[in-house]
C-alpha cells in the first residue's frame, strides 16, 4: 500500500525552524529507505517563505496571497511516499524520520487508489 508521508518542521516564536535535523542524518535516512525498496519518491520543499496560497472566491475570481499564513507552530517541508506492506511500517519509517524528532511531526496518509 502507498502512504504520503508529510514533513512538518516545528517553529518558534520568531518563526524560525526548530530542530537540530543535520544533513548527514537526512542523507542517512533518504540511504536506509531507498535500500529497503520502500521509497517511490519524494522531495524537500524550498523555504516557505516563496509559497504562495491561490484560493477561488464566490465570483469565480482567484485571489493569490504570499505564503502559508495558517496559525501553526509548524511548517510543511517536504514529502515521501512510500510503499509498504501496511500502516504499522508506513508509521515504523516515520518514526525513523529526522523530521518527526525535535518539534518536527511525520502525518502519514494512504494514498487513494481510484483505479481499482
Request: glycine share 12%.
Amino acid at each position: 500500500m502507498k502512504y504520503l508521508m508529510l514533513i512538518n518542521a516545528g517553529l518558534n516564536d520568531e518563526g524560525d525552524v526548530t530542530g537540530g535535523c543535520t544533513p548527514e542524518g537526512w542523507q542517512l535516512f533518504y540511504k536506509e529507505i531507498k535500500e529497503a525498496g520502500v521509497h517511490l519518491h519524494g522531495n524537500p520543499l524550498a523555504d516557505f517563505t516563496t509559497a504562495a496560497t491561490v484560493r477561488v472566491d464566490d465570483r469565480g475570481e482567484r485571489v493569490i496571497t504570499d505564503g502559508p499564513f495558517a496559525e501553526s507552530r509548524e511548517v510543511l517541508g517536504g514529502y515521501f511516499v512510500v510503499d509498504v506492506p501496511d500502516l504499522d511500517v508506513a508509521l515504523d519509517w516515520a518514526a525513523r524520520c529526522p523530521g518527526s524528532r525535535d518539534g518536527g511531526s511525520i502525518v502519514v496518509r494512504p494514498l487513494a487508489d481510484y483505479e481499482s
